[in-house]
């Protein structure tokens, strides 16, 4: 039986860990030889190692970066054939980026560069060779809390986020009558590392995030990994600048009940 997104290429930055491992371990299980871009070396190797070297390519990549973001999706192309699939899922969330008050310049830029231009950098490398193709599917990584304010401010993180998601919907709808679909994923409150790091030092504030959630519980990784193959599959083949939302309820909650 072949899977969604047989024989595919995809890329996935930000893949040796939480969301993005996730999806890397899903797409090759639905059929996809994937190249992984990010800066945990040791990670990287023991994906490949685990997952087999002729489906999975693991690439040093720092994702504020023109030249090395160019070279990955020039390795997918080079060493698989094509780019059919983008999922640009790098970020980050530091703990220095919180009230507008208390956030500095420095942190302000960092989360900036990180978690937004690295998705402009990430969708015009990827797009010159799905455009040449005719089709392929970009998946951006957004959040909750581009649609909606936070509970617990992030004011970087947060702009950032708005950023990815109103980018998503220029390119997804530029692009779209070329072949090429670009959606954002916007999750909620997800169990990863950097979540647990986040809160490990503020449970008080975990707490509050969590009580918002009409599930009451964060996500798991796995269930945003499907969601992230529904839109790079053509099981999406009509949905374009779009802001999908896998949080548990939070955006359409107002008050929930303990």
Known sequence: MTGRIQDKVAVVTGGC?????????????EGARVVIGDIADEAGKALVGELGPDVVTY???DVTSKEEVDALFKTAKDTYGSVDIAFNNAGISP???????????EAWRKVQEVNLTSVYLCCKAALPYMLEQGKGSIINTASFVAVMGAATSQISY????????????ELGVQFAREGVRVNALCPGPVNTPLL???????????????????MGRFGEPEEMASAVLFLASDDSSFMTANTFLVDGGISGAYVTPL
């Open 196 to 214: 647990q790091e986040l809160f490990a030092k503020d449970p008080e504030r975990a707490a509050r995030r969590l009580v918002h959630i009409p």
């Open 59 to 61: 690439v040093h990549v």
């Open 17 to 29: 860990s939480g969301i993005g491992l996730a999806t890397v371990r899903r797409f090759v299980d």
């Open 95 to 105: 703990p220095d980026d919180d009230s507008i008050l208390t956030t500095d310049l």
């Open 158 to 169: 947060s702009a950032s986020k708005g950023g990815v998601l109103s980018m998503t919907r």
